[in-house]
């Protein structure tokens, strides 16, 4: 038995901010964005991560041909949540409807969306759930520093949803690992202590030093991809599509060099969203999905990289 999306869904928020409305923020021009990161626009919410991941959950039951009473668990994959509790996914539940299944919330920055729908898998496999609901929804306005140019260009906010359901094929290998110690790279630390007897002062703000990041970036995706297809004995050449972190154009496009992806098969869609941290992958996959490239029995990557240091990938067939 495996774990297979059975449709996908996403939201993006209606109020767009371009390069060229940052440089009124900060001191910045589109073609330095543009150059360095493939960044043209990104939207920015009003309503908060649960309103996102409303939206993208609605959608995806929908292109699954599914109602929120099928679902047997709901799994939200953010860092920036409305409430520290409830969590997410209890405010998701409420919001779409869905009886009183188990929700839980997976907090592991951008790779979020892969390490819950590997999680999502394995409770699939175990036979424990049959149709599993995962979201991915960030609100990086909230965290961003809006006065730090090196940062705030890069972000965005949106949600993007995927149903995974048990089937004879699905998602065949995946990989996650995580290395603590290089944390400090890129972080956000949460609410300060502020009690009778210390105050240390206000909320934290995304923090990161990117070319570390980057160096990080361009050597952990081949490796992960690498270490996926040889789990699913698998050549580069037998995948037809790869899905990546959309973090950043150069990245992308050194690892597809690195490991000769042509062009075609790795999309991006960074150009009008910036990056989304977990929600990325989602909405591009829904994107290309809902655009009819993706057909059944095709060979599939997602791969993501990002704060923790973390990294995941899986490799299915749709
Ligand atoms: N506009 C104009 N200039 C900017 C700028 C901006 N938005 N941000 C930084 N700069 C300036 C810097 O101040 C620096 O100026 P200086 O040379 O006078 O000191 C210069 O540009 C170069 O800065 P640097 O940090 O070396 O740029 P870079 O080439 O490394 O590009 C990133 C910066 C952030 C685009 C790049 O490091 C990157 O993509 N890192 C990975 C980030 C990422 O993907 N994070 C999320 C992972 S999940």
């Known amino acids: 038995m495996k774990a297979r999306i059975l449709g996908t869904g996403s939201y993006l928020p209606e109020h767009v901010l371009t390069n060229d409305d940052m440089a009124k923020l900060v001191e910045t021009s589109d073609e330095w964005i543009r150059e360095r990161t493939g960044i043209r626009e990104r939207h920015l919410t009003d309503e908060g991560t649960v309103f996102m991941a409303a939206k993208a959950a609605e959608r995806a039951l929908e292109n699954s041909h599914l109602t929120a009473d099928d679902l047997d668990m709901i799994i939200v994959a953010t860092f920036t949540p409305d409430y520290l509790f409830p969590n997410a996914s209890c405010q998701l539940q409420a919001a779409i409807g869905a009886p009183n299944i188990p929700c839980m919330d997976l907090s592991a920055a951008c790779s979020g969306f892969i390490y819950s729908i590997n999680t999502a898998a394995a409770y699939i496999q175990a036979g424990m759930y049959q149709k599993i609901l995962v979201v991915a929804a960030e609100t990086l306005s909230r965290v961003v520093d809006w006065d730090d140019r090196s940062t705030c260009i890069l972000f965005g906010d949106g949600a993007g949803a995927a149903v995974l359901g048990a089937d004879e094929t699905g998602i065949l290998a995946m990989d996650m690992g ?141």
């Open 178 to 318: 995580s290395d603590g110690v290089k944390g400090p790279v890129l972080y956000c630390e949460g609410w300060p202590i502020t009690n009778p007897v210390v105050n240390k002062g206000a909320a934290g703000k995304l923090r990161m030093n990117g070319q570390e990041v980057y160096k990080f970036a361009v050597r952990r995706l081949p490796k992960t991809i690498q270490t996926v297809l040889a789990s699913g004995d698998m050549k580069v050449e037998d995948v037809d599509h790869f899905i990546f972190h959309q973090a950043n154009k150069r990245i992308l496009e050194a690892a597809a060099k690195h490991l000769k992806i042509p062009a075609e098969k790795m999309p991006m869609n960074m150009d009008h969203c910036g990056n989304l941290s977990a929600a990325s992958i989602p909405v591009l996959l829904d994107e290309y999905n809902q655009a009819g490239k993706i057909k059944t029995g095709d060979k599939v990557i997602l791969a993501a990289f990002g704060g923790g240091l973390s990294w995941a990938s899986a490799l299915l067939e749709w």
